[in-house]
């Protein structure tokens, strides 16, 4: 039987600290080695024809953490976009960043509108970075925006003001680390989607890890609250 695609996968990248320590390194050794792992999975992702990919690269409740992790995963997503800016160009693959850019480094900001705009015609894999994001803070600014709008109050013209704009809801959500929580990330897009939880940590997530999560969703029967 021909494997099912899920056309939007979210992942909870968790464990970074905690692969670092095992090792008895400096926890941010640990989100290094996961930026490696993020984008080996990002190209994989791509490979297999995969639409939408939405990790979660720093939460609204990220900021509580000691100043100089702080600092250090500020400055990865800039790294890393300046590494794969003209790689994903031609790799195909368009990135978008979510998340409120108010508090970020203006030299993070000017990197997400160049590279945004550099991958805006690309058609593979998009990939969407939540950064600075909470999910109850997106709902309450699309229920802010939607009111002062004309248009009447539904789920559809919700959607419109959600940082996923067209964009489909998640099909699969993956958290690595054995934790067992959503943490405040896409609440509005998982309305269904299929949970999927490994206790692998992140830097070591890697193809196999990502296959056994496919096999897994394609055991999965979704009937969005209706019957077979
Ligand atoms: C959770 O692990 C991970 C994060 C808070 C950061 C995720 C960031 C990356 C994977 C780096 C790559 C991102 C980009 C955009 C380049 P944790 O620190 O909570 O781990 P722990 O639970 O073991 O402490």
């Not at 400055?75 to 970020?104: C, D, Y």
């Not at 990197?111 to 970075?129: A, C, Q």
């Not at 609440?187 to 999560?213: G, H, I, M, R």
Request: charged share 30%; hydrophobic share 35%; proline share 3%.
């Amino acid at each position: 039987m021909k494997k099912k695609i899920p056309t939007h996968i979210a992942i909870i990248m968790d464990g970074n600290g905690r692969w670092a320590q095992k090792r008895g390194l400096p926890r941010n050794f640990g989100h290094r080695k996961g930026a490696e792992t993020l984008l080996k999975t990002v190209r994989y992702a791509n490979k297999l024809g995969i639409k939408y990919l939405t990790v979660y690269a720093f939460s609204t409740e990220n900021w509580k953490r000691p100043k100089e992790e702080v600092e250090y995963l500020m400055n990865l997503p800039f790294q890393f976009l300046e590494r794969t800016n003209k790689e994903f160009k031609n790799e195909n693959i368009k990135i978008k960043i979510i998340g409120t850019k108010n508090k970020l480094p203006e030299k993070l900001i000017n990197k997400i509108i160049e590279v945004e705009k550099n991958t805006e015609n690309n058609t593979g894999l998009n990939l969407i970075i939540a950064f600075n994001y909470g999910g109850k803070e997106e709902i309450v600014s699309a229920v802010k925006r939607l009111t002062q709008s004309n248009l009447e109050i539904n789920e559809e013209n919700l959607e419109k003001f959600l940082y996923t704009e067209n964009i489909p809801n998640v099909d699969l959500l993956i958290r690595t680390s054995g934790e067992y929580r959503i943490s405040n990330f896409l609440l509005w897009q998982t309305a269904y989607s299929e949970l999927y939880f490994t206790d692998v940590l992140w830097p070591d997530f890697n193809k196999k890890c990502f296959d056994d999560a496919l096999n897994e969703y394609n055991k999965r029967e979704r009937r969005f609250g209706g019957l077979k």
